[in-house]
């Protein structure tokens, strides 16, 4: 077919339309941002608004909003606002538009910082305040100070607090009678108010009478989102659900607490230190159907968990550890007021200096940095909220460690002593078998275990492989009890387990082949001196083994204090938590020569509780009959298709372990590690093949 002439079609021109925003340079140019963002959301934008002011400061931002629906009226880093829906006649104007419709819901802004997807979006990645921006309506000012006043003047002496309980779903809203133990730990200093959305002031009313809430209830006037902030902007500190309140707090520099429950704040608005004066508490949940958080940001009624229960709220918030709670909120308002306290000059761990130091969180009165050398983290001041002997009066380590009575030791034989249930044992002793089947030059050489406990790898290691046995231990009763067990081992007591005390041991027992460390390098004040110390210790041909909580683990990523170990409980008893790797770089800077860094594999438990627990799933097989998986074979699924996927990061297992020397050693005994964990963790091997075959003497 012949082609027909082109002057017989009317040549029509299509209009240029902007282009979609991705970093370019924004001076002399327009922005049309479009979105119908909540108001939260809307706050956590405007730290990428200032940004591209402050780095654009001849552009022009349009930004698209919902009349009576918006925070940001003052915002000086917004040039225009427009309500929806745009014009296509205005849209066609503007050099550059981005569209932020698009992605809600979606995996990466359901599970990334908010802000830090944004900067992402438009290509800012050098974003570095990510504080919201919220500018009070001066007419809502002199509305609300008014009122707040006469609070303060009704209660003299006292600051005042704002509690708001209501989120936008309800899994996400505070149970009153949490809020109410709240109140009564604060209310002596301090005197509640609550402020929400002047329609939900009767069911406010009627939670206050039914919980015997001793607050203030100021929603009557809150007619419009800016007497909210006007609100906020006039009282002392802020405890919240996960709403809009924490980033109007955070805006306004105000103290803020955000209590958690399904949702994961430290994904959504609180990675590290996102917002400077606002932190979450998280909750610490494991339930029939999921674990927090489970990521959910909008449902319509309770969450399938509260319905198993029969509850309204979430059960998430029912261990919320109150003190801490406290303890957080005061912590925030002492640094606030004290912005240059416990600042970093240099890592207690590598002993790096005049390098960048990134702050955390502050967390039961002291501040967390990481070192952007060893990536450890470390607090300052250099104290824990709870210490050693506090663990150790409790008696608190025999559930963890799962040790048997100490009593009866002697009473068991050669097998029982082994204590093959015990993690540590399990992990420790075969360490130091395969360790012994490769270097020969070890054996009969002096080990010394600090931080026995239980003092099961001690009995191990005299019993089993002849060595010459001392142990350390904090516990006088512990040490007393293993001490009457094992009479052939030389056992001390240390008062205070530092550099000092080690250097002494070296005068009172002299070197050693092989000195264990077991799990105590979040307790220690000064790590890199007792670095030092340990190498000063082992002889010439010796080793060091440092077993301890891997901060890189998944696990602790997520589940937030609900891990197994006693140390991972919030830095409620931790002073550091560092990496395989990470520690390697701090103890070759100390001056050994070798280390070797690994971990634990990941065991299919763990992974279940990592991600909660699974569901029954339900296969449609055809011919209308359905297939029915249980949980059990849910984890066997997941496990045997992830396996290959955990693998590939051996240094992020649960536990870590770096052997340190001073001269080269065969690592080869590593790889044997490995298959035993494998092994193991796959039931593969039983108590009785481990302790007939593999456990020999």
């Not at 538009?97 to 990645?125: H, I």
């Not at 939900?200 to 919980?211: G, M």
């Not at 990536?375 to 460690?401: C, H």
């Not at 770089?585 to 070798?594: E, M, Q, R």
């Amino acid at each position: 077919m012949a082609q027909l002439p082109r002057d017989n079609y009317e040549q029509t021109k299509v209009p240029e339309l902007p282009k979609e925003y991705y970093g370019e340079d924004l001076n002399g140019k327009s922005l049309l941002i479009l979105n119908l963002f909540a108001l939260g959301d809307s706050l956590m934008f405007t730290p990428i608004l200032k940004h591209l002011k402050m780095k654009y400061p001849k552009s022009y931002i349009i930004m698209e909003t919902r009349q009576g629906y918006n925070l940001l009226e003052g915002n000086p880093y917004v040039d225009e606002f427009i309500y929806t829906p745009v014009p296509y006649t205005r849209f066609k104007e503007v050099d550059y538009y981005t569209d932020c419709y698009e992605y809600v819901g979606s995996y990466f802004y359901n599970y990334m910082n908010l802000v830090d997807f944004w900067a992402a979006k438009l290509r800012q990645f050098d974003i570095k305040d990510k504080d919201p921006v919220v500018v009070p309506k001066q007419e809502a000012i002199d509305y609300m100070k008014p009122i707040i006043q006469k609070i303060r003047d009704e209660n003299p002496g006292k600051k005042i607090i704002m509690a708001h309980m209501v989120a936008s779903s309800i899994h996400r809203s505070l149970p009153p009678y949490l809020v109410s133990k709240i109140i009564d730990k604060m209310k002596d200093e301090y005197v509640f108010i609550t402020a929400h959305p002047k329609w939900e002031a009767p069911a406010v009313d009627i939670s206050k009478e039914l919980y015997m809430m001793d607050v203030e209830n100021l929603s009557p006037y809150m007619e419009k989102p800016q007497y909210l902030v006007a609100a906020i902007q006039e009282v002392d500190g802020v405890i919240s659900a996960d709403t809009v309140v924490p980033h109007i707090a955070a805006a306004l520099k105000k103290p803020c607490v955000v209590i958690s429950g399904g949702v994961a704040p430290e994904a959504q608005h609180f990675p590290k230190m996102s917002y400077t004066t606002s932190q979450p508490v998280y909750a610490k949940y494991l339930g029939n159907t999921c674990s927090a958080p489970c990521i959910m940001h909008a449902i319509a009624g309770p969450c399938q968990e509260a319905q198993i229960k029969q509850k309204f709220y979430s059960p998430c918030f029912d261990n919320i550890d109150v003190d801490e709670v406290v303890s957080k909120f005061k912590t925030i308002v002492h640094y606030i007021e004290n912005p240059d306290k416990d600042v970093p000059t240099e890592c207690p761990i590598c002993k790096e200096t005049n390098i960048y130091f990134e702050e955390i969180e502050k967390s039961w009165g002291y501040r967390l940095w990481e070192c952007s050398v060893c990536g450890s983290i470390f607090s300052l001041p250099r104290k824990a909220e709870k210490t050693l002997d506090d663990i150790i009066n409790k008696e608190q380590l025999k559930a963890f460690y799962d040790t048997k009575d100490i009593e009866d030791l002697d009473n068991l034989d050669n097998k029982e002593k082994l204590g093959i249930t015990n993690i540590f044992t399990i992990y420790t002793y075969p360490t130091i078998r395969a360790l012994l089947d490769v270097e020969p030059t070890l054996k009969g050489k002096k080990m010394l275990d600090i931080g026995f406990n239980s003092g099961k790898l001690l009995a191990v290691a005299h019993e089993l492989l002849n060595l010459d046995v001392y142990g350390v231990e904090r516990s006088e009763n512990q040490a007393e009890k293993v001490k009457k067990a094992l009479k052939d081992i030389n056992i001390d007591i240390a008062k205070a387990l530092d550099h000092k005390y080690i250097k002494n041991l070296k005068q009172k027992w002299g070197s050693f082949g092989i000195v264990i460390l077991e799990n105590i390098i979040g307790n220690l004040e000064y790590p890199y001196e007792f670095f030092e110390a340990v190498k000063d210790l082992i002889e010439e041909d010796g080793v060091a083994i440092f077993t301890f909580p891997n901060k890189d683990r998944p696990y602790i990523k997520v589940r937030k204090g609900l891990d197994w170990s006693v140390e991972d409980n919030d830095y409620k008893y931790t002073l550091n938590r560092v990496s395989a790797r990470g520690l390697e770089i701090a103890l070759k800077k100390v001056g050994f020569g070798y280390t070797y860094a690994n971990a634990t594999l990941l065991f299919p438990g763990d992974i279940v509780q990592i991600m909660g627990p699974p569901p029954v799933l339900t296969l449609n097989t055809g011919n209308n009959q359905q297939m029915n998986i249980n949980p059990a074979g849910m984890e066997t699924y997941i496990y045997n298709y992830m396996k290959p996927i955990f693998n590939a990061f051996s240094l992020h297992g649960q536990f870590g372990i770096v052997l340190a020397s001073k001269k080269p050693i065969n690592n080869y005994w590593f790889k044997r590690l490995d298959v035993l964990w494998e092994l193991i963790q796959t039931n593969v091997m039983r108590r009785e093949y481990i302790v007939n075959t593999y456990l020999e003497r």
